[in-house]
């Protein structure tokens, strides 16, 4: 880069505000950074940090009557914000590009794919719609969407996450801007298709030389994807420097809070048993070590819940008479023991059937075949009455702890209402427990009066846990109950569970598809693909010794927080997960487990 090179992006002295109670609050105080030509910068924080008002202020998609952007934003030589809504839409796409966090809200499900790449040429160049369309074709073919031509006709509901988030890729691309702002592209994705995207993005940065602005909470995004990083906290850049530096030789207390909280894949190397997370004060950046967790599981017990041959499909109907035309085979004779005390971990990428088998356990959904023994209950042969208390030895903690919770009712009576239902209290009995468990996920028992969305996103999930604890349950499903979470959080959350376990000798059945995350609070990995268990064993031979190729897959697509990765593209394959979609009397091929070691299972062919 010469001296003479300009800033595609010139940010001074920043500092957006948001209208409360008729008094302007900044949210964003001061922020100055430069994006030069063929550059990415990391812009990193917590939820509530400012990092994506940041973004909306460069590209002026805030609501004008409730926000006030002061300061200087230069992009391309532009005064941003002197500039008219007609101009600024001119700008927007043909010098900047944004694309979001959530690809299925940014597309009009209404519109076919092609037509809604063709209409950003149209609208912004001078094409006939012949030749927007075989634009289109090539930008979704340079993004690697398989079959782009036959796929420009589709709706987006037709798309997997990662095949939409690729669309939008596409889309912002098609005016060739100098600068893409992408404010957490990965975050909703699985762990295979977050690292084709962020190879993508290197990949087409390099061709384009474009500049990219790249927001997000994953510190091992941050390490491989960007050369200078900008830490935010409570609405200020703290800290901003070249990200190697960031890394090594982070200064700031927050900075190295964020940093020690990051999961990191192969720390439990010679670790017997799951390891809590170090807690780091944001203020001081001190770290306390983490303790391990003593070994309670007793293996020599009769199994707390058996699940054999489980095989949960959903109907497909279609034609005029709504026929069955097929299934999906969602679980497909999955077997596993899950013991007292114990965390099994069931993980994979979306669409493999992990959240499918916890609610096939709990008959939150009906089983097709198979037998669930839980603490005595054969819970697939019970009726109405025993299922409700069947209920009791085994709750769910559900990923978005905002839908999971009744807005209408308080923190109390939330926590409360399942042990007055199951007729295990009185009222004041049932608030004195709720109060208690509160204050044992770390919630103070004042809190009772509060609704939901006076909560943070972690505190809410504390609730969940709390309700989830009211009826003394013997097994938790926790259903991806930290993906939504951000790092500082998702370590809060999973000590706290790993010391609930130990108090109250609980079982997890801890579904996710963060493997850092599971690494750490596991005793067995179960991996599992198109509905079927591939590998399943103690953690330390499913990581350390990996057999299955899709288990070999998900362990190396895990970004590692460190930039000296920056240049590994890891050439993974763009295919997406085959579909579980079956013909009307399809038999699957009989499958059967080679021993690797002791109860590290494989499957094979029969």
Known sequence: MGEAAKPVLSVNNLTTSFLVDGAWRPVVRDVSFDVMPGETVAIVGESGSGKSVTSLSIMRLLAKKQSRIEGSILLNGKDILSLSDREMRRVRGNDAAMIFQEPMTSLNPIFTIGRQISEALTCHGEMTKSEARAETIRLLEKVRIPNASSRFDEYPHQFSGGMRQRVMIAMALASRPKLLIADEPTTALDVTIQGQILDLIKMLQE?????????????????????R?????????????ATDDIFHRGKHPYTRALLSAVPRLGSMTGQKWPLRFPVVDTATGERSEPAAVADTVDRGKTPILQVKNLTTRFAIRGGIFGSRTGAIHAVEDV??????GETLSLVGESGCGKSTTGRSIT???EPNAGKVNLDGYDVTGLD?????RMRRSIQMIFQDPFASLNPRMTVGATVSEPIVAHGLGTRAQAREKAADLLERVGLKP?????????FSGGQRQRICIARALALDPKVIVADESVSALDVSIKAQVCNLLMDLQQSLNLAFLFISHDMAVVERVSHRVAVMYLGEIVEIGPREAVFGNPQHPYTKKLISAVPVPDPARRGIRRG?????????????????PKRCYKSVSEGHLVQVEA
């Open 572 to 588: 993974l394959s763009t295919d997406e997960l085959k579909s579980p979609i079956r013909p009307l009397g399809y038999v699957p």
């Open 446 to 454: 004042d809190m009772m009066e509060r609704y939901p969305h006076e």
């Open 207 to 227: 061709e384009e030389g474009m500049s990219v602005l790249f927001i997000t909470h994953d510190m091992g995004v941050v390490a491989e994807i960007s050369d």
């Open 384 to 388: 109405s009455s025993n299922l409700r």
């Open 363 to 365: 008959r939150l959904i």
């Open 229 to 241: 990083t900008i830490v935010m906290y409570r609405g200020e850049a703290v800290e901003t420097g």
């Open 335 to 340: 077997s596993f023991d899950l013991f007292q």
